[in-house]
């Protein structure tokens, strides 16, 4: 039984990347079970429950040597802990590669398209598997989901494309609705506490050259896509103590939360001390102000955040 | 233009793969342009002049941040020296994943099929493109190389499928009779001086875990597939000298070199000093006797001799 999972802090397209891949892989011959890494965000739930599938269960750890499929994700950072005692099989991802190697061939699927769950239903086309209404609303979900219904700048025509296939076998008549019900859904944030909030949608990158260790920095970065950023922004106070608290307790060099608003597409970067200032102003020109960064429409940590920070930290040769 | 090539020393596989990609791109709308990363081997001159194709030409340097295509590799230590410099935007691979990283989301296709060609075919159908018949018999040529016509372990089901809906495109009525031309024209070695013959089909290997630099070792690993080893090995003494020159040359831990005799299916190693032997006598159990050790039917490189090795030198936790 291969375990299939997504990143830690998991979204929707990890979770339902998760899910729809154990089951093409199982429908194709390779018996796989999909798990998660972390405890859901507030969308996943809704559209687990619109799709009538129970939330994969949680996977702490698995003893060296386990064969496993990795979905939504491919660097060490973001997955279980003793990834590079595990055999990876396979990859299927939309990301950036970053520190995975394989210590045989193996089979990895990376597009650099808005969502894992876009490369998911081509698989379901070149293995000529009809897919199942489940599945669709799960694919259809993740990639409304990464792509902010087509907000992001990470969206490629693919991605659309998906959702028009997608739409009429998963039951869905009015796409608009349903994203905007799964915005809400992920909106509805109630009284969680400030720590939760910032771990929710958070990534920890090593940014810099490995080849010369003095140049390499681990940065965490964490957004909170949400319809109602006001309410975010109003518990300024303790989602900061929340990042100290995270610089220390991970050992970064500096700590980002980007809480963008979903329907005006605007990202407003909490930030903790001179040190994130510094790198804020000298990356993207964007100045702060009462602990707050005006970072624009840059509403795509993956395709505007990273890789301006990845530049910023390799030292030019 | 996006540059497409394989692997320095390059192999049928690795011309033949970037000739293919090179026109498929093209065909989907990515102006693209094979090129070889070294000198041809003996098998690869035939399989051209058979196909009425000219050699790629040759590629020494690109400037840093051009995108490139890689075919048939991915590890630095197998591509242009400064690979770490350039934007990798596509792979289309059939090995381990080394030490790839890319800064932005790529196309990244690897499969564990036992030759970069059977996955172009697929490419091929995905885009429901037909196969010119010139594509058709670089890429069967390919899958015979790589497999020594299905002999090789790496072999898969995939392979041989490849090659049989790809010999009436190419018009090769007798895959068994062009493959023992191929196979000839490999082995006639002639007065090639024995620095070449060792460098023919040779890669440099990392060995041991990155984290614990001290536990890295760094092995060249040559193989000379014949259907004529006693030429080979009459030349022991020769290629001997060969193999110490590189390993002072290319500051090397251990230098190995294979003798495959393609149609016994059998692997005759030379063994330059007692490093090299103590390690194929605990990777292997295999004794060293006049300079050679029997690895007995451990014909690939890449599925026998690679994954022990490493397994061998990465340092148990």
């Not at 018996?31 to 507030?42: D, K, P, V």
């Not at 001179?274 to 940590?301: H, P, Y």
């Given at each position: 039984?291969?375990?299939?999972?997504?990143?830690?802090?998991?979204?929707?397209?990890?979770?339902?990347?998760?899910?729809?891949?154990?089951?093409?892989?199982?429908?194709?011959g390779v018996e796989a079970q999909?798990?998660?890494?972390?405890?859901?965000?507030?969308?996943?739930?809704?559209?687990?429950?619109?799709?009538?599938?129970?939330?994969?269960?949680?996977?702490?750890?698995?003893?060296?040597?386990?064969?496993?499929?990795?979905?939504?994700?491919?660097?060490?950072?973001?997955?279980?802990?003793?990834?590079?005692?595990?055999?990876?099989?396979?990859?299927?991802?939309?990301?950036?590669?970053?520190?995975?190697?394989?210590?045989?061939?193996?089979?990895?699927?990376?597009?650099?398209?808005?969502?894992?769950?876009?490369?998911?239903?081509?698989?379901?086309?070149?293995?000529?598997?009809?897919?199942?209404?489940?599945?669709?609303?799960?694919?259809?979900?993740?990639?409304?989901?990464?792509?902010?219904?087509?907000?992001?700048?990470?969206?490629?025509?693919?991605?659309?494309?998906?959702?028009?296939?997608?739409?009429?076998?998963?039951?869905?008549?009015?796409?608009?609705?349903?994203?905007?019900?799964?915005?809400?859904?992920?909106?509805?944030?109630?009284?969680?506490?400030?720590?939760?909030?910032?771990?929710m949608d958070y990534k920890v990158?090593?940014?810099?050259?490995?080849?010369?260790?003095?140049?390499?920095?681990?940065?965490?970065?964490?957004?909170?896509?949400?319809?109602?950023?006001?309410?975010?922004?109003?518990?300024?106070?303790?989602?900061?103590?929340?990042?100290?608290?995270?610089?220390?307790?991970?050992?970064?060099?500096?700590?980002?939360?980007?809480?963008?608003?979903?329907?005006?597409?605007?990202?407003?970067?909490?930030?903790?001390?001179?040190?994130?200032?510094?790198?804020?102003?000298?990356?993207?020109?964007?100045?702060?102000?009462?602990?707050?960064?005006?970072?624009?429409?840059?509403?795509?940590?993956?395709?505007?955040?990273?890789?301006?920070?990845?530049?910023?930290?390799?030292?030019?040769?």
């Amino acid at each position: 039984m291969l375990p299939v999972f997504g990143h830690t802090n998991p979204d929707t397209d990890a979770i339902a990347s998760a899910l729809v891949y154990a089951r093409l892989l199982t429908r194709q011959g390779v018996e796989a079970q999909a798990y998660r890494l972390g405890e859901l965000n507030f969308e996943t739930p809704y559209v687990l429950r619109e799709a009538g599938v129970a939330a994969p269960e949680l996977l702490t750890d698995l003893p060296a040597g386990t064969a496993v499929a990795l979905v939504d994700h491919n660097e060490s950072a973001q997955s279980l802990a003793n990834l590079s005692e595990l055999t990876v099989t396979r990859v299927v991802d939309h990301h950036k590669l970053g520190d995975l190697t394989t210590a045989q061939p193996a089979y990895l699927r990376f597009e650099p398209v808005g969502c894992t769950a876009t490369i998911l239903l081509a698989l379901h086309r070149e293995a000529g598997l009809t897919v199942e209404p489940v599945d669709a609303r799960l694919m259809l979900s993740a990639v409304l989901s990464d792509t902010l219904h087509f907000r992001s700048p990470t969206t490629t025509p693919r991605d659309r494309e998906a959702v028009e296939v997608l739409a009429p076998v998963a039951g869905i008549a009015d796409v608009e609705a349903y994203a905007l019900a799964m915005f809400a859904a992920k909106s509805d944030l109630g009284d969680t506490a400030a720590g939760t909030l910032l771990r929710m949608d958070y990534k920890v990158f090593p940014f810099g050259d490995p080849a010369t260790p003095q140049s390499v920095q681990t940065w965490g970065l964490g957004v909170i896509e949400t319809t109602n950023p006001g309410y975010v922004l109003g518990r300024q106070t303790e989602l900061l103590e929340a990042m100290d608290h995270a610089r220390a307790e991970d050992g970064l060099n500096g700590v980002l939360l980007s809480v963008v608003d979903i329907l005006r597409e605007h990202n407003t970067t909490l930030v903790l001390s001179a040190t994130e200032e510094k790198v804020l102003r000298e990356t993207f020109g964007a100045g702060t102000q009462g602990g707050r960064a005006d970072l624009g429409n840059r509403i795509s940590r993956k395709k505007q955040i990273v890789p301006a920070l990845e530049a910023y930290f390799t030292p030019q040769s």
